[in-house]
């Protein structure tokens, strides 16, 4: 599902200017239907790796396949295609503050071309999997926190994209409001979609007792099936 064999990512436009690689000579292989959690201190390569995975950067060296889409030869107008197969949620949500709930997920169907029939068929459906019935005219500031980061789970989720990336989706939440948002996310691991979650919370790593990856200065320094995490 996810490959990235021997991955360097270093900025800078040369190799004089490129200094010190973000990610190097990294390897990583993610099952289909895996739930992996992505730990590391600021600064350490984690958001370089979920930019190449989502293709908003290339790296320097080494390759990378992701859903059997091998970006070597992935050309510019598949990139949009690439990201149907990849949801991705943030730590701030990102919802547009105009649109409510049933509109802020229907969004990403309609920018994918999908009739009103359709929309109105599966929105619903991706409410209710987020257990946010009764809250679809409401509008992004009438929510609490991890309402609003289950709104934007829905709408990573609503395409049906093989991969979900959450990155630090519990950042910016209370202790009680982020250990709903990681069942949230188990449960939609457990419909089959590859979970790749990325927190600086030891708690819910050590909780989980699912993979973990550590990654310090730009290095894989630990893989484990059941890892834990100590900052």
Not at 209 to 220: A, M, N, Q, Y
């Amino acid at each position: 599902m996810i490959l990235l064999d021997r991955v360097t990512k270093a900025y800078g436009k040369t190799a004089a200017k490129a200094g010190k690689p973000a990610l190097n000579r990294i390897s990583v292989h993610v099952s289909a239907g895996e739930f992996v959690i992505l730990v590391g201190t600021s600064g350490a390569g984690k958001s370089t790796l979920l930019k190449l995975l989502t293709r908003e950067e290339k790296p320097s060296h080494g390759k990378i396949v992701v859903g059997g889409i091998d970006y070597d030869t992935l050309k510019d107008k598949h990139i949009p295609l690439l990201r149907r197969k990849i949801g991705v949620v943030f730590q701030d949500f990102k919802l547009l503050p105009n649109r409510t709930v049933f509109e802020n997920i229907a969004f990403a169907l309609e920018i994918a071309g999908m009739t009103n029939r359709e929309i109105k068929s599966t929105v619903p459906k991706v409410i209710s999997l987020v257990g946010l019935e009764g809250k679809e005219k409401s509008f992004p500031h009438q929510l609490s926190g991890g309402e609003r980061q289950r709104v934007a789970i829905a709408r990573a989720v609503v395409r049906q994209p093989k991969i979900l990336i959450a990155d630090e989706p519990t950042g910016n939440l209370d202790p009680k409001h982020s250990w709903e948002i990681v069942k949230l996310l188990e449960k939609i691991n457990k419909y089959g979609t590859t979970v790749l979650l990325t927190t600086h919370n030891v708690d819910i790593v050590n909780k989980l007792k699912r993979r973990v990856i550590t990654i310090d200065h730009g290095k894989i320094v630990s893989d484990e099936a059941k890892g834990s995490y100590r900052q």
